[in-house]
C-alpha cells in the first residue's frame, strides 16, 4: 500500500485548507491514520489520529480547529484545517498503522503548508 498526501498549499491566517491522503489499495480503509507535521527546525509532531473504529484524538494546539475524517469508498483520510494559525506552517505527513501495533508503518510523502501573517 502507497500513500500519496495532496492539498497543502498558502493560505491566509484565518483560513482553512483541506488536505488529503489516498492510500493505493482498499485495505488502507481498514487501518488506523494519523497526520504529523514537522515545521522548519523542529521534530515531527503528531497532531491528529483516526482509529480504523472511527474514534479521533487530536494535540490540544490543533482540537477544535483540525478534523480528521475517512472516506472509506475512496480509500481517502482527510485533515480539514480551520482558522489556520502561522504556526500551522509545516510539512504535513499522513501515516498509518498496518498490523495495529502502535508503529506508523506506512508514511505518504509531505505536503506544504503555509499559513502566512
Known amino acids: 500500500v502507497q500513500l500519496q498526501a495532496s492539498g497543502g498549499g498558502l493560505v491566509q491566517a484565518g483560513g482553512s485548507l483541506t488536505l488529503s491522503c489516498a492510500g493505493s489499495?482498499?485495505?488502507?480503509?481498514?487501518?488506523?491514520a494519523a497526520w504529523f507535521r514537522q515545521a522548519p527546525g523542529k521534530d515531527r509532531q503528531f497532531i491528529a489520529t483516526?482509529?480504523?473504529?472511527?474514534?479521533?484524538y487530536y494535540v490540544d494546539s490543533v482540537k477544535g480547529r483540525f478534523t480528521i475524517s475517512r472516506d472509506s469508498a475512496k480509500n481517502t483520510v482527510y485533515l480539514q484545517m480551520n482558522s489556520l494559525k502561522p504556526e500551522d506552517t509545516a510539512v504535513y505527513y499522513c501515516?498509518?498503522?498496518?498490523w495495529g501495533t502502535g508503529e506508523w508503518d506506512l508514511w505518504g510523502q509531505g505536503t506544504q503548508v503555509t499559513v502566512s501573517s
Open positions: 483516526l482509529s480504523s473504529g472511527g474514534s479521533t
Open positions: 489499495r482498499r485495505t488502507f480503509s481498514t487501518y488506523a
Open positions: 501515516a498509518a498503522d498496518r
